[in-house]
């Protein structure tokens, strides 16, 4: 089974420029996840997708971020302009609801690392 | 907010022998917790995980025990091989999403 996708693996911008991050997700998993992992630190939530909708954008910050999942599949996150303090790794995971336990198990791509100069 | 967090940032063991990771929590309410390593240049990788009706569960190599009456979670590593090298992050599952601690770098002395 193929696991997350992302890409590009790292970006080097200055501030104020665009950026944008694509997530394909494991076959068959209809929740998606985008997180921000700042050195040293655990990953947070920024967005989740339910399908296509979003389910909890609570802590992305909408003034320069957004997302997008597409017929509830690939997904993008952008950022614009961007900040110094949006340097991070950005993470993608993606899941399905594990009946069993009734759990989601989430599945994390490498991420991509974003280095705003 | 309420976090997990962890006790120590790095943890030093030589191969071989067992390493133990800890876990603190604050938030009572929180009933799965889930044990991630992340290696160097990629993502958080699924290790083991527990509800919080049990107070130990095992896998290969690995352990996990709860203690609820003090919020704290371990995870026990046996026979630690350099290929355990990694940053460990303890994770609560609350709402429908992860919460995870700062994470701890563990290193194996061959």
């Known amino acids: 089974e193929a696991g997350v996708v992302q890409s590009p693996r790292y970006k080097i911008i200055e501030k104020k420029q665009p950026v944008a991050f694509w997530c394909n997700p494991i076959?068959?998993?209809?929740?998606l996840y985008w997180y921000r992992q700042n050195l040293g630190q655990g990953p947070e939530l920024l967005i989740r997708?339910?399908?296509?909708?979003?389910?909890?954008d609570s802590q992305l910050p909408k003034d320069r971020f957004s997302a997008e999942r597409l017929k509830g599949v690939d997904s993008t996150l952008k950022i614009q302009p961007a900040e110094l303090g949006d340097s991070a790794v950005y993470l993608c995971a993606s899941s399905r609801w594990d009946s069993p336990i009734g759990l989601e198990t989430q599945y994390f791509g490498p991420g991509t690392r974003l280095l705003v100069l | 907010g309420e976090n997990v967090g962890l006790h120590l940032p790095t943890l030093s063991v030589q191969e071989g022998d067992n390493s133990i990771i800890n876990c603190a929590y604050s938030?009572?309410?929180?009933?799965?917790f889930i044990w991630y390593k992340q290696e160097s240049g990629k993502g958080p990788q699924f290790i083991i995980d527990?509800?919080?009706?049990?107070d130990k569960r095992q896998g290969q190599r690995v352990t996990v025990l709860l203690n609820k009456t003090v919020k704290h979670l371990s995870l026990q590593i046996a026979a630690t091989q350099p290929g355990d090298s990694a940053v460990y992050f303890c994770?609560?599952?609350?709402?429908?999403?992860?919460?995870f601690g700062t994470g701890t770098r563990l290193t194996v002395i061959p």
């Open positions: 938030n009572s309410a929180s009933d799965y």
């Open positions: 527990i509800r919080s009706n049990m």
């Open positions: 997708y339910e399908n296509e909708e979003a389910v909890d």
């Open positions: 994770a609560d599952y609350r709402a429908n999403n992860l919460f």
């Open positions: 076959s068959g998993h209809n929740t």
